[in-house]
């Protein structure tokens, strides 16, 4: 009994009482206990000494065959330790009894922080999507009783991958733990902040008053305006923000589902501010995933094919060149139109697939062009993105279209928007000086509505700019439009580029812009988009009547 490796002890009935009669050392450490301690055996069990002593009184006198449990013993330092504990009645001896206990504290430490683990971030320690969820169903049941409502707002922090490139994961850590650190000291003691994963984060303001929601995301807002000081430096970062508030029959799924919704619409609009949830937000979330369904394969089916809009002379209004433009024959709606589409399927994973058809298309029918009409053949400008200038193999690509087609490079204009061409540098410049030095020409589209430094275009290898066609449409009535206008030709011709005005609608427009020294129109005034069957009909007719 003394030199058993469990704890044990012997316990008698005594006057509707339990009194120890032996209890070996094992146990009295477990218990807490001095050898003179012994009698005070069941304060080790906190609350639960008046539930234990009963218990084992009725298996002492036999109304209850033996007990078994794991309990918690309480320290005189406020610490705790577990033991399983085992009782049954002594054979010999009626209303005697015997205690055995086994630790249990390094296990019991493990599964706690093995739950810990399954419901917080191992990085910031908050909590995780799944007691996120809980936390707001907790929240959501709180306010059906008492009113308010719940908000939820989903952060992703601006830039953080640049930080987690440039300094490391280890800073990148660093980072989060002092953004968790803030979001904390920004909310209430009784809201949550969670971490999703990656750099999002989620706040959840319980029972916020409606009037107090406004103040509450600006604290969560203005958490961000001071540099963060990481063993790397300091750095400046920003969140993007949705906000969703509940309302009669959310969900926890809802409010995330929603508040993330929000955030992309954010982080899309400029970042680093606040952008409330709106119903029209959840249907273009539906358009896009059901573009991206119909869309998957549609490519191979040849159900996108390629129309073309005349680029003319203001001078001759002689036929210039043409610009391909995309048109996707849908089975059930019929042909659509760029706008119904392009944006879902540009930014996922069908993007780099069509523009690489888009391209090889555009060679395939210029090759057949310069066959047919020889010297006479327009000029094809082409859209891509920088996503495909990016992967390093655009000129590459062109050149192999242009070689198995036979189309002439010279004959070929590649088209990037001004916002694109921010991004051209190092070996993205290098792409764009491949592709002019094999005889292709580089456009600016929809020039005007970016920010494009003058130093920029003059150190890009460029050869054309498309005036957009919000300023086009207002040369004629709005000063400020005109006087972009004017200041974009003078900047081409000043640069030694030429210049196309988009969108033009009528002859006053042409004829004014060919005063200011404008070289070429594309717009309604000339033609809409048609099938590229159309084109080549009109042009074989003029040539014959020619």
Sequence with gaps: FDDALLGAAILRVHESDLEVVEMNAVAADLLGLAPDEVERWDEAFGEQQVTIRRVMIDVAIGRLPGWRDEIEIRGADGGSRWAEVAVSALQDEKGALVLQMAETTARKVAEREL???????????????????????LALALVARTGGAVTVLFLDLD????????????????????????????????DTVARLGGDEFVVVLAGTDPSAVDGSVDRVRLAFDEPFTISSGRHRVTASIGVTTSRSGSTADDLIRDSDTAMYVSKAEGRAHATWFDEAFRQRAVRAAQVSTEFEGAVGRGEVVLHVQPIVSLATERLYAVEALVRWEHPERGTLSPDQWLDVVSSGPAGRELESWILAEACRMLGEWSRRWGDDCPALHVNVSTDLLAGGDLADAVANALEATGAPARRLVIELTETDIESVRGTLRMELERLRASGVRVAVDDFGTGYSAFSRLASLPLDELKIDKTFVAQTLTDERSRTVVKAIVGLAEALGLSTVAEGVESQAQADYLHGLGCDRGQGYLWSRPMPVVDLVSLIDTRMSQA
Aim: net charge negative; no cysteine.
């Design 115 to 137: 739950e810990h683990m399954a419901i917080h971030d191992s990085i910031t320690g908050l909590p995780n999507r799944a007691l996120l969820r809980d936390r707001i169903d």
């Design 159 to 190: 830039d953080f991958k640049r930080i987690n490139d440039s300094a490391g994961h280890a800073a990148g850590d660093e980072l989060l733990q002092q953004v968790a650190a803030r979001l904390l000291a920004a909310v209430r003691q009784s």
